[in-house]
Nanobody, 129 residues
């Protein structure tokens, strides 16, 4: 089992470049595929980005591609989401999630929230214009 704690959110200005962190408990962090999702008020939770076990492969939602970068440091049990050129529409609660396996493959399942076993409590990011 793994526990996830996000940090780094807050009130930022449009165009700012904050970095979110997600610290995981346990000694098997490198065995978990990691992802970031977000949920804006009144909207469903949506996929943002995912990273493979080693960090060599990444996958992004079209809405953030080129602006957000997901990475992981297995030695620190931490996954990051570097965001640049933030827009007001990026305002949401950002969640990190972990999964050991996917029903078919990481590539096909990484963007599906139901594939993830563990979730953090979320961190609010509010982007003012």
């Amino acid at each position: 089992q793994v526990q996830l704690v996000e940090s780094g959110g807050g009130l930022v200005q449009a165009g700012d470049s904050p970095r979110l962190s997600c610290a995981a408990s346990g000694r098997t962090f490198s065995s978990y595929y990691m992802g970031w999702f977000r949920q804006a008020p009144g909207k469903e939770r949506e996929f943002v980005a995912a990273v493979s076990l080693t960090g060599l492969s990444t996958y992004y939602a079209d809405s953030v591609k080129g602006r957000f970068t997901i990475s992981r440091d297995n030695a620190k049990n931490t996954v990051y989401l570097q965001m640049i050129s933030l827009k007001p529409e990026d305002t949401a609660v950002y969640y990190c999630a972990a999964s050991r396996t996917f029903r078919s493959s990481w590539y096909h399942g990484a963007s599906d929230a139901v594939e993830y076993e563990y979730w953090g409590q979320g961190t609010q990011v509010t982007v003012s214009s």
